[in-house]
């Protein structure tokens, strides 16, 4: 996207911090790469959330058809590839994972209802109904281009005009990558909180910028078009907490060698999978991934 279009975008400012209020510095600028102009980065000084200070809000136009063909903000994730070739995507291992990891919290699935929070296409929805037919109750929610696909082809994304009757309905709530890319942090998680059951689990992903604090700028996740915010464990324990979770410590749980094992696939490029991938020893590798990026150091989230 040109500097001339980025001129046509809608934009705002926030100073203090999202979760806590707290005054925030600045830690500096980074140009994005699809919108060609400067976003300011800044830093909590209370709860160490940080944060992009002037961040793009016409939502409608970077998470448009390009951004889910990998032709927008994020080049490394194809959604549309995905959808249309689940069986042979790497993405089937972060799904894996993720079933895994939830199970190794929760239990069997059986009778179990589950909402994936930020679906995009429904992927995660999809692998669900085939491999856990016996839950209760499996849908997304999301309102961008993606999700429209989805509902065309018979997977069920709820809208928000649907959530209202659904308060307390849910065992389960996964937010896969999608905290980063909210503007208040705490608003989100609330109304996740109002969809669970009481002890109902919050499965999220996301960064931990603690591993990169002393060069946030440098690191690759900074991405600063879509997201505008976050997270290490201290941050993402005020959010949870100020939005009515229980904060539980933090877990490798199984499933976590698969979640890094599509990561790292991702970040090489990857979009299609291939026996070859399988003779990498993911568990070793993971857990040696994990050291340095600490993911598994964000805490789990139970709904009061």
């Excluded at 448009?64 to 995507?89: C, M, Q, W």
């Excluded at 309102?143 to 082809?153: F, I, L, P, Q, T």
């Excluded at 090489?268 to 568990?283: E, T, Y």
């Amino acid at each position: 996207m040109s500097s001339d279009k980025s001129d046509q975008l809608d934009f705002t400012t926030r100073l203090n911090c999202p979760i806590c209020e707290g005054h925030s510095i600045k830690l500096g600028c980074k140009r994005g790469r699809y919108i060609q102009r400067e976003f300011s980065l800044r830093e909590c000084l209370n709860c160490t959330y940080t944060f992009i200070e002037n961040p793009c809000v016409s939502f409608d136009r970077i998470y448009d058809e390009n951004y889910y063909r990998a032709k927008g903000a994020d080049p490394l994730t194809n959604y549309v590839f995905e959808f249309e070739h689940p069986d042979i995507s790497i993405r089937v291992h972060e799904f894996r994972g993720i079933i895994e990891s939830v199970g190794s919290v929760v239990g069997a699935l059986a009778d179990k209802s589950w909402l994936d929070f930020g679906s995009g296409g429904g992927g995660l929805v999809r692998h669900l109904n085939a491999v856990a037919p016996e839950a209760k109750f499996v849908a997304g929610f999301d309102e961008g281009w993606m999700a429209d696909e989805a509902r065309r082809h018979g997977i069920a994304i709820l809208r928000n005009s649907e959530l209202d009757d659904l308060h307390g309905s849910f065992d389960v709530v996964s937010a896969i990558e999608v905290l980063e890319h909210v503007l208040d942090p705490v608003e989100t998680l609330s109304s996740i909180r109002k969809l669970l059951k009481p002890g109902g689990l919050f499965y999220y992903t996301t960064g931990n910028s603690a591993p990169f604090r002393k060069n946030m700028l440098e690191w690759s996740y900074v991405t600063p078009e879509i997201h505008v915010g976050f997270f290490n464990p201290k941050s993402v324990s005020a959010a949870l907490e100020r939005a009515g979770f229980e904060v539980q410590p933090a877990l490798y749980t199984p499933g976590f060698d698969k979640i890094i094992k599509f990561k790292i696939l991702k970040n090489l490029g990857f979009w299609r999978d291939s026996w070859i991938f399988d003779l990498v020893p993911w568990s070793a590798v993971s857990k040696l991934v994990d050291m340095k990026y600490r993911l598994s150091d964000l805490p789990l989230a139970v709904a009061r």
